[in-house]
Nanobody, 115 residues
Framework: QVLLVESGGGLVQPGGSLRLSCAAS????????MGWYRQAPGKQRELVAI???????NYADSVKGRFTMSRENAKHMVYLQMNNVKPEDTAVYYC?????????WGQGTQVTVSS
C-alpha cells in the first residue's frame, strides 16, 4: 500500500514556479511531522523542508526565501511551493512522514529546472 503519493513535478524554466503536492493516506496524519527531501543525480538525499504537527516549518538554507511548505490536515495534504527555481533545484523530490516508529516515504516526483 502506497501511503504517500507525490505529484506536481515537471520541467520548469529557471526563475519559474512549481507546486508539489503530497497526498497522505494516514489515519493520524495531523500527528505526523512531514518533510520534503530531494536527491539529485550522484548526490545524497537531502532535507528541503519540514513542517511539524503544529505547523512550524524549517528550511534548508539553499531554499530559504524561495520555497514554502504547508499542510492541510483536513485533506491529508502537504505542499511545497517552489518559486524562483534554479538549475541546482533539479532533483527527485520525496515526501516523508514521521511519527513515533513510523518513517514513511513516497515514490518521488522529478523536478527539472532547465531553459
Amino acid at each position: 500500500q502506497v501511503l504517500l503519493v507525490e505529484s506536481g513535478g515537471g520541467l520548469v524554466q529557471p526563475g519559474g514556479s512549481l507546486r508539489l503536492s503530497c497526498a497522505a493516506s494516514l489515519s493520524l496524519f495531523n500527528l505526523y511531522t512531514m518533510g520534503w527531501y530531494r536527491q539529485a543525480p550522484g548526490k545524497q538525499r537531502e532535507l528541503v523542508a519540514i513542517i511539524t504537527s503544529g505547523g512550524n516549518t524549517n528550511y534548508a538554507d539553499s531554499v530559504k526565501g524561495r520555497f514554502t511548505m504547508s499542510r492541510e490536515n483536513a485533506k491529508h495534504m502537504v505542499y511545497l511551493q517552489m518559486n524562483n527555481v534554479k538549475p541546482e533545484d533539479t532533483a527527485v523530490y520525496y515526501c516523508n512522514g514521521r511519527w513515533g516508529q513510523s518513517d514513511l516515504w513516497g515514490q518521488g516526483t522529478q523536478v527539472t529546472v532547465s531553459s
